[in-house]
């Protein structure tokens, strides 16, 4: 009997284990896609950012105006 109840132990520790490891798996597949959506937010803004960034925005040092104190 002894072997049986230590059977029982053991399947029961593992069934645990494996709704751990389960539920860390789904946390982190939680985590995998929050990233995913920040990652294409950010890639979108980037874009944004590359289509709207003309070269006119920064002129050469040479074109700038000088600060009124000069």
Do not use: C
């Not at 995913?36 to 050469?60: C, R």
């Amino acid at each position: 009997m002894s072997g049986n109840l230590e059977f029982e132990e053991r399947l029961m520790n593992i069934e645990m284990a494996l709704a751990n490891q389960e539920r860390v798996l789904d946390d982190l597949n939680q985590v995998v896609i929050e990233q995913g959506k920040i990652i294409d937010l950010l890639q979108k803004q980037n874009q944004y950012l590359l289509a709207h960034m003309d070269e006119e925005t920064v002129k050469p040092l040479s074109e700038e105006t000088p600060p009124p104190h000069y």
